[in-house]
């Protein structure tokens, strides 16, 4: 079983910057592929990056690449996501949640969830 804490979510201007902070614990949490699910008022929870357990295989949603990316640090089990050049529409509450499985996109394939930090960008 794998517990995950976000922190790192706050209020920023347009354009500027913000790095999430996913800790895991459980015994064998730096085996899961862990990913950064987000949900804006009103709207369904959508995709928006995830890396595999080793670090190695990463993928973007469309609209976040080029301007966030998804890091691990397995001795600190702790996945990050940089947040750049960030727009309004950006502001939802970030979750993040593990999958023994690379690749997965769908919330319905994540098997264990954190409670989400707000992030606010203001124009």
């Known amino acids: 079983q794998v517990q995950l804490v976000e922190s790192g979510g706050g209020l920023v201007q347009a354009g500027g910057s913000l790095r999430l902070s996913c800790a895991a614990s459980?015994?064998?949490?730096?085996?899961?592929?862990i990913a950064w699910f987000r949900q804006a008022p009103g709207k369904e929870r959508e995709f928006v990056a995830v890396?595999?357990?080793?670090?190695?295989?990463?993928d973007y949603a469309d609209s976040v690449k080029d301007r966030f990316t998804i890091s691990r640090d397995n001795a600190k089990k702790t996945v990050y996501l940089q947040m750049n050049s960030l727009k309004p529409e950006d502001t939802a509450v970030y979750s993040c949640a593990a999958n023994q499985r690379w690749g997965m996109k769908l919330n319905a394939q994540y098997d264990y969830w954190g409670q989400g930090t707000q992030v606010t960008v203001s124009s």
């Open positions: 459980g015994r064998t949490a730096s085996r899961y592929a």
């Open positions: 890396i595999s357990w080793s670090g190695v295989s990463k």
